[in-house]
């Protein structure tokens, strides 16, 4: 357990730390209190999710430590994963070139309402974690899992993911930035790309997928899609 603590906040540690070169270095300046605020909304939420879990289901953690694409076991996931990689920090550094050259003119108020998007989209999977256990950071099905139809997921198929979109929409605007908003829509669509593969994926494996999307129609937004 005590390994398994060090390992998620070690890792932890690095996205910040990832985050904070991917912001300060493109804009050449640590007078960024966009991204200072941004940094903190995000690494207290991450923490608080990450330390909640290591009490409460420690595997969960466990299962999320392996990501990205080389961590994926099918082709196409690989091949997504590495788009949505690219796609992730390309936002970033976008909007720190955005602060640098002073290309968007974002008002206060909606940028500290991109800090509350992201809070609220981290806070959306912290709810889909504490009632799936076995979401992984990969797609695939494990030997004692079984269909979630509680909570969010009864409400859509795909709540994790909905939650990760509204704090993507976040971003950008948490970071004074409108031209990051190209490489967060070029992320949704690997996410939706993702999204697709893993529904033919788990109506496959997963035993009572294809009756619980029978019931629960639809995916990412109520009464949308």
Do not use: H, K, S
């Given at each position: 357990m005590k390994n398994l603590t060090v390992q998620a906040f070690l890792g932890l540690a690095q996205l910040v730390l990832i985050l904070a070169v991917l912001l300060f270095l493109p804009a050449w300046s640590f007078h960024y209190w966009q991204a200072w605020v941004f940094l903190g909304v995000f690494t207290i939420s991450v923490f608080l999710?990450?330390?909640?879990?290591?009490?409460k289901d420690p595997n969960l953690i466990q299962s999320r430590l392996q990501v990205g694409p080389v961590a994926e076991q099918q082709k196409s996931q690989k091949v997504i994963q590495a788009f949505a990689s690219l796609f992730f920090i390309l936002p970033f550094i976008t909007a720190a070139l955005d602060h640098r050259f002073g290309w968007s003119k974002i008002p206060k108020g909606i940028v500290l309402l991109g800090d509350v998007f992201v809070a609220l989209g981290l806070y959306i999977v912290f709810l889909v974690f504490r009632e799936n256990t076995f979401t992984s950071a990969t797609i695939e099905v494990k030997e004692e899992q079984k269909v979630i139809s509680t909570g969010p997921y009864g409400v859509i198929r795909h709540p994790m993911y909905a939650g990760a979109f509204i704090m993507l929409l976040g971003i950008p605007l948490a970071l004074g930035s409108w031209s990051a908003f190209l490489f967060v829509f070029l992320l949704f669509t690997a996410i939706v790309w993702r999204l697709l593969e893993e529904e033919k994926?788990?109506?496959?494996?997963?035993?009572?997928?294809?009756?619980?999307?029978?019931?629960?129609?639809?995916?990412?937004?109520?009464?949308?899609?």
């Open positions: 999710i990450t330390l909640y879990f290591l009490r994926f788990l109506a496959r494996d997963l035993p009572g997928y294809t009756e619980y999307r029978q019931r629960v129609r639809y995916r990412l937004i109520p009464y949308i899609w």
